[in-house]
């Protein structure tokens, strides 16, 4: 009877163990990596994946963190090609700092969400000058006008270090099939 409990109270531990650790590794997460670089930056370069499956050029935008640090805040106008790509489901391809600098893939989302434009607004503000002094860049009536859109990058997983842009020439997977393409 009592290596039947000893039994049962190990399977109990590793099914709270398992319900415990695994929504937490499912969850994508800004790298140890690319988070040193992203302390350090004032732009990312990000680029689309094309529907022929190829990477567009890399654009240089400015970016905030999540209030979970979890991801990317970035603003955009709703014509742009980013836009675009992003509604139909293109994984982001993301360099830090400049366009050959710590780079990873991930999922973007165009989002309507009040809290997440107004962390766009309040850290702009505060880290680039051009938005305090000169009014670049996102603004709450740009916002409420829809010509601006706010976008949350989410990380999938870091590309290899040395990773470039290379428009025209075909997107890594969003997931990893065991290599590092």
Same mark, same amino acid.
């Given at each position: ?12 531990? /590793?099914?709270?163990?398992? #319900?415990?650790?695994? !929504?937490? *590794? ?7 990596? &690319?988070?040193? +670089? ?64 710590? /780079?990873?893939?991930?999922? #973007?989302?165009?989002? !309507?969400? *009040? ?7 309040? &850290?702009?503000? +505060? ?55």
């Amino acid at each position: 009877m009592r290596a039947k409990t000893q039994c049962a109270s190990i399977l109990l531990l /590793a099914l709270l163990a398992v #319900a415990l650790v695994g !929504p937490q *590794a499912a969850s994508a997460e800004i790298s140890a990596r &690319d988070g040193r +670089a992203l302390a350090d930056a004032k732009l990312i370069y990000i680029a689309t994946v094309r529907k022929d499956g190829n990477q567009s050029k890399a654009a240089p935008v400015w970016f905030t963190l999540s209030a979970d640090n979890r991801g990317i805040l970035i603003q955009t106008g709703p014509q742009t090609w980013k836009v675009k790509r992003i509604k139909r489901g293109s994984p982001v391809l993301v360099w830090i700092g400049t366009a050959g600098g710590p /780079a990873f893939i991930g999922k #973007a989302e165009i989002t !309507p969400d *009040a809290g997440v434009q107004q962390k766009i607004l309040t &850290d702009m503000h +505060a880290k680039y000058w051009e938005n305090r002094v000169l009014g670049v860049g996102p603004s709450a009536e740009r916002f409420k006008s829809g010509d601006r859109l706010a976008i949350v990058i989410t990380p999938v997983r870091d590309l290899p270090d040395g990773f470039s842009s290379a428009p025209g020439t075909p997107a890594p997977k969003l997931e990893s099939s065991g290599s590092n393409s």
